[in-house]
T-cell receptor
Framework: NAGVTQTPKFQVLKTGQSMTLQCAQDMNHEYMSWYRQDPGMGLRLIHYSVGAGITDQGEVPNGYNVSRSTTEDFPLRLLSAAPSQTSVYFC?????????????FGPGTRLTVL | TQLLEQSPQFLSIQEGENLTVYCNSSSVFSSLQWYRQEPGEGPVLLVTVVTGGEVKKLKRLTFQFGDARKDSSLHITAAQPGDTGLYLCAGAAGAGSYQLTFGKGTKLSVIP
């Protein structure tokens, strides 16, 4: 199993550009989520999904869209990139939505917005 | 909004020393998880504690959940260079809640 994979590893955007961060998991996990990690801020939840076709907002959803058309994939879209979105983005998945379930994290995408 | 305060933020110690990292909140959590993250990688779960007063051991690492379920600690005995990394605590408000609140992390460096 590859686990949770994320592409690209690094990305540089100009202000106003749009892009999609890809996330895929091969563990048949129901729950998937996106976090951003900023220096001194810990991990903050952007959006999450409890299954195909179901998504919801987390703590910092503004400027981001998600969709979950399949169990395996959970892309994160930046509609119009802003310098404040410079961060490291992590996708995570778990087999269930209980807080007791281990979340498996991808390797991250480091995004810089100029 | 529930907050988790981790201390210390940075810790640099010599190999063989003991250390404790703290995770504190004014809110009650149904469970608390500890993760370890290495540079360029995602966090990896170390342990989940769910019962007030619970103590779990993972080799040289000892995790404790406070009786009131508002705080937790991670104690490492005889630290090794391989323990170097960022340690994150994360709490869940309810058993069915999948929204975790993460602390800001403790960056540990163990010097050989």
């Amino acid at each position: 199993n590859a686990g949770v994979t994320q592409t690209p590893k690094f990305q540089v955007l100009k202000t106003g550009q749009s892009m999609t961060l890809q996330c895929a998991q091969d563990m048949n996990h129901e729950y998937m989520s996106w976090y951003r990690q900023d220096p001194g801020m810990g991990l903050r939840l952007i959006h999450y999904s409890v299954g195909a076709g179901i998504t919801d907002q987390g703590e910092v959803p503004n400027g981001y869209n998600v969709s979950r058309s399949t169990t395996e994939d959970f892309p994160l879209r930046l509609l119009s990139a802003a310098p404040s979105q410079t961060s490291v983005y992590f996708c995570a998945s778990s087999w269930g939505s209980s807080s007791y379930n281990e979340q498996f994290f991808g390797p991250g995408t480091r995004l810089t917005v100029l | 909004t529930q907050l988790l305060e981790q201390s210390p933020q940075f810790l640099s110690i010599q190999e063989g020393e003991n250390l404790t990292v703290y995770c504190n909140s004014s809110s009650v959590f149904s469970s608390l998880q500890w993760y370890r993250q290495e540079p360029g990688e995602g966090p990896v779960l170390l342990v989940t504690v769910v019962t007030g007063g619970e103590v779990k051991k993972l080799k040289r690492l000892t995790f404790q959940f406070g009786d009131a379920r508002k705080d937790s600690s991670l104690h490492i005995t005889a630290a090794q260079p391989g323990d170097t990394g960022l340690y994150l605590c994360a709490g869940a408000a309810g058993a069915g809640s999948y929204q975790l609140t993460f602390g800001k992390g403790t960056k540990l460096s163990v010097i050989p």
